[in-house]
């Protein structure tokens, strides 16, 4: 798709025409397609009905990334899916409500903005020095699926990138004695929606520096912000570490977590070590006579 095009989507105005920018952004929407390929996130379309996805934008850098790559596939047709965008106003002061209606007008993209004071509910329940996150997440999440679902959306996709999955492994591994992270994809509690995480393979990085080349209206969420010591923050921080001190590590322990060996942890409920058995010398001769097929 040329830069230069005048059907080129109103989201890639202005887009820089550096070689370093072009690269930037070939290399985001390869990794989304890669992700959106190998987690099988496009559904059989159904009759004349395409699929259709419910894509939230919360205003910071890796949701406006999020749409833009998600559109970028749908123009090249790669994506066969219709896209709605979604912003969830949750009533925090101070939140420029009409940045992202304006932009999203502006740009031609079909969307839903949404109110639900869920600001109050949380400053309410969670204790003085406690984060603010779990449930706030909880109760967006849980806003959005029924938007989804007014919607006739069959996934809510969300904007969460490579360190975000990288964070939470750690934060489960230190914090929660589990090994478990963010899925590229998953169904629900209720099982009739999907969500999907086309960027997990995208870094935190590119993401900054796609939305920040493109000058989106970034809107940071303070209310994460504003609580100092918070664990992702710590894990972050030493992540941050391990990468300066060896470059493309990060990228070592994600590729870690797409080939694991059950039978080389400690979990029986995913490896069978009860019944794990030993050969005896005559049954490892006589397999040695099987021929191999090839």
């Not at 109760?139 to 990288?166: F, M, Q, T």
């Not at 694991?260 to 490892?284: G, I, V, W, Y």
């Amino acid at each position: 798709m040329s830069e230069l095009s005048n059907e080129i989507h109103p989201l890639f105005y202005g887009a820089p025409t550096t070689t370093e920018f072009k690269k930037l952004r070939k290399r985001i929407v390869r990794y989304a397609r890669e992700a959106i390929e190998q987690y099988g996130m496009i559904e059989p379309q159904k009759g004349d009905t395409r699929p259709k996805w419910l894509v939230c934008l919360s205003g910071g850098k890796d949701s406006y990334t999020l749409l833009a790559v998600l559109y970028e596939l749908k123009w090249r047709g790669l994506l066969p899916v219709d896209l709605l965008a979604c912003n969830l106003d949750q009533g925090q002061p101070g939140f420029p409500a009409t940045v992202l209606p304006a932009f999203l007008e502006k740009m031609g993209v079909p969307h839903r903005i949404e109110y639900q004071d869920t600001y109050s509910i949380v400053m309410d329940k969670v204790p003085k020095g406690r984060t603010y996150c779990a449930l706030c997440s909880r109760l967006r999440r849980g806003n959005l699926y029924r938007i989804a679902r007014e919607e006739g959306c069959s996934a809510v996709v969300l904007g969460h990138h490579r360190d975000d999955i990288l964070e939470t492994f750690f934060m489960n591994l230190f914090h929660g004695g589990r090994l478990a992270t963010m899925p590229p994809k998953l169904v629900n509690e209720d099982g009739d929606l999907f969500v999907f995480r086309p960027l997990a393979h995208v870094a935190e990085a590119d993401c900054e520096k796609f939305a920040n080349s493109m000058k989106y209206p970034i809107i940071p969420c303070d209310l994460c912000g504003s609580q100092d010591g918070l664990q992702r923050q710590q894990v972050k921080q030493i992540l941050d570490t391990w990468e300066t001190n060896s470059p493309g590590r990060r990228q070592v322990m994600f590729r870690a977590l797409m080939n694991t060996r059950p039978s080389h942890l400690l979990d029986p409920k995913l490896f069978d070590f009860a019944n794990l058995t030993r050969q005896s010398p005559s049954d490892a001769e006589e397999k040695d006579k099987i021929p191999l097929l090839r």
